[in-house]
């Protein structure tokens, strides 16, 4: 292939998966990423970007007070994201809202840090792999469905301690992890449409048990 045409072909693949993505979204009642509450861990996060702009001469030191004013005032995490938005790139930002679908064409792709998971996230893989890193993650509901595509591609997915994955192809479930004790655990349920895919889940090493 033609190493000129592949960034095009990625556009366009990845432009026609999210159209999918979004046609196929359902509406939600819930609250969205940007209205959700917010933690002092993440005000945390927003004050060490502050405290940086203000060291480096980004930010005056007027705006610099302005600013930790309305973090310490912050409710929702909308509110904190305001406060760094225009110190930083989209990709190194404290956290993460836009709830995008994640697309990996002719590539790798991955969310990870502090990041809101949507109710329902479409993930698209053709030639490429996504990495999804749950770890750090704000999953928006208790139990999230990821609407997998997979052509020869792949999904990897990380998850914290006391997370149940579950993938669903036609009419069968498979358990990716091991059983939880509690029975109102996370769960996370990956709905595949694949040809020749591939998904790996990486959960903690199981404690040991004190004797």
């Keep these: 292939m033609n190493e000129r045409w592949l960034p095009r072909i990625q556009e366009v693949g990845e432009r026609l998966a999210e159209e999918f993505a979004l046609a196929r979204r359902p509406a939600t009642d819930g609250p969205q990423p940007h209205e959700l509450r917010a933690s002092d861990a993440d005000r945390d996060r ?5 405290n940086e702009a203000a060291a480096d001469g980004r930010l005056a ?5 302005e600013r930790l004013t309305a973090l310490y005032s912050a409710r ?17 930002q404290p956290f ?12 790798k792709e ?16 053709m030639f490429g792999t996504t990495k999804l890193d749950l770890r750090d993650a704000i999953m928006q509901n208790r139990r999230v469905v990821i609407n997998a595509t997979l052509v020869f591609g792949g ?10 994955v579950i993938r669903v192809s036609k009419d069968k479930t498979v358990r990716l992890t091991r059983p939880q004790d509690d029975p109102d655990c996370p769960v996370i349920e990956v709905r ?8 790996k889940v990486k959960e903690p090493p199981k404690r040991k048990r004190r004797r």
């Excluded at 109710?119 to 698209?124: G, I, K, N, S």
């Design 46 to 50: 927003v004050a060490e970007v502050l």
């Design 61 to 65: 030191m007027d705006e610099f007070e």
């Design 76 to 92: 929702t995490l909308g509110e904190l994201a305001r406060l760094t938005a225009d110190l930083l790139p989209a990709d190194e």
């Design 96 to 107: 993460r809202l836009d709830g995008r679908p994640v697309s990996a064409i002719f590539k």
């Design 110 to 125: 991955q969310r990870e840090g502090r990041w809101v998971v949507p109710a329902e996230l479409p993930v698209t893989a």
């Design 155 to 164: 999904l990897e997915i990380h998850v914290p301690e006391g997370v149940e």
């Design 192 to 199: 595949t449409s694949n040809f020749l895919g591939e998904v």
